[in-house]
């Protein structure tokens, strides 16, 4: 059973700072591109930044050089360091892991259970 435990979220003012980590219990953690989204509520899930395999990282516009994403293979560990929070930013933030099976492939997709962040004065 594949689990990701994110961990990290909670209630922080505007302008403060929050690291997001992502536990993985993949067995081979270093070939799953991993990223976090968020969702708040009556809106879709959207991709806030994603990392690759190979260390590629993609944000989305809205990041604005706040967040940096990372990952550490030696911990199956992804992180979201998040600075200059705003009140925007605040969601349910979700881990996401994905890799397609070469030999056959077929995908695999795992989500968290997710981590409240709450950006407020």
């Known amino acids: 059973q594949v689990q990701l435990v994110e961990s990290g979220g909670g209630l922080v003012q505007p302008g403060e700072s929050l690291r997001l980590s992502c536990v993985a219990s993949?067995?081979?953690?270093?070939?799953?591109?991993m990223a976090w989204y968020r969702q708040t509520p009556g809106k879709e899930r959207e991709l806030v930044a994603a990392?690759?395999?190979?260390?590629?990282?993609i944000y989305e516009d809205f990041v604005k050089g706040r967040l940096t994403i990372s990952r550490d293979n030696t911990k199956k560990t992804v992180y979201l360091q998040m600075n200059s929070l705003e009140p925007e930013d605040t969601a349910v933030y979700y881990c996401?892991?994905?890799?397609?099976?070469?030999?056959?492939?077929?995908?695999?997709?795992?989500w968290g259970q997710g981590t409240q962040v709450t950006v407020s004065s």
């Open positions: 996401n892991a994905h890799w397609i099976n070469p030999l056959i492939l077929r995908d695999y997709t795992y």
């Open positions: 990392i690759t395999s190979d260390g590629t990282i």
């Open positions: 993949l067995s081979i953690f270093e070939d799953y591109d």
